[in-house]
T-cell receptor, first 117, second 113 residues
Framework: DAGVIQSPRHEVTEMGQEVTLRCKPI?????LFWYRQTMMRGLELLIY????????DSGMPEDRFSAKMPNASFSTLKIQPSEPRDSAVYFC???????????????FGDGTRLSIL | GDSVTQMEGPVTLSEEAFLTINCTYT??????LFWYVQYPGEGLQLLLK???ADDKGSNKGFEATYRKETTSFHLEKGSVQVSDSAVYFC?????WGAGKSTFGDGTTLTVKP
């Protein structure tokens, strides 16, 4: 089975440029999550979707960040304009619908390593 | 709200040593508990899980038991290998109405030959 697919794997760009990160979740999964991981702040949940609808975006750091999920098989995380402090590894994850005991694990992609110069 | 507290790292062990990484949690409901592992340059992947009290999750020689009375889910392995060097995350998922998981801060394990 194909796992969660993220692209690009690495992105280096200059401050002020627009950055778009892409994610293809596992087919049939109902939830999609965007995380950011840094040494200083660890793993942070930015936003998550249920059936393509954003449920909680309270982790999105600023208005410069936006995320969309136009259909069940694709999501984007956009940063515009980018800043050096946005440098991090960004992960996408997906999961099946949670049952009463929340027993469905999340499946992570391999991440996009973003460097803003 | 829900929270997960993990033993602070880093942890350094010699090959074949016994491993324990402590994890305690706070949750309002009856969560499922997970351990994830992250190898360098990769995303997190599920190591094991337990969905109710006294359940034991196990995989690749790792074990963890869901202890409701102590709200704990400690990870153990009897004999670690160099290939077990990674970051380990404890997490909980609180079921209906949430959909998301709460993760601990991660514990870095280094195993030396």
């Amino acid at each position: 089975d194909a796992g969660v697919i993220q692209s690009p794997r690495h992105e280096v760009t200059e401050m002020g440029q627009e950055v778009t990160l892409r994610c293809k979740p596992i087919s049939g999964h109902d939830y999609l999550f965007w995380y950011r991981q840094t040494m200083m702040r660890g793993l942070e949940l930015l936003i998550y979707f249920n059936n393509n609808v954003p449920i909680d975006d309270s982790g999105m750091p600023e208005d410069r960040f936006s995320a969309k999920m136009p259909n069940a098989s694709f999501s984007t995380l956009k940063i515009q304009p980018s800043e050096p402090r946005d440098s991090a590894v960004y992960f996408c994850a997906s999961s099946l619908r949670q049952g009463a005991r929340g027993n469905q694990p999340q499946h992570f992609g391999d991440g996009t390593r973003l460097s803003i110069l | 709200g829900d929270s997960v507290t993990q033993m602070e790292g880093p942890v350094t062990l010699s090959e074949e040593a016994f491993l324990t990484i402590n994890c305690t949690y706070t949750a309002t409901g009856y969560p499922s508990l997970f351990w994830y592992v992250q190898y360098p340059g990769e995303g997190l992947q599920l190591l094991l899980k337990a969905t109710k009290a006294d359940d034991k999750g196990s995989n690749k020689g790792f074990e963890a038991t869901y202890r409701k009375e102590t709200t704990s889910f400690h990870l153990e392995k009897g004999s670690v290998q160099v290939s077990d060097s990674a970051v380990y995350f404890c997490a909980l998922s609180d079921g209906w109405g949430a959909g998301k998981s709460t993760f601990g801060d991660g514990t870095t394990l280094t195993v030396k030959p």
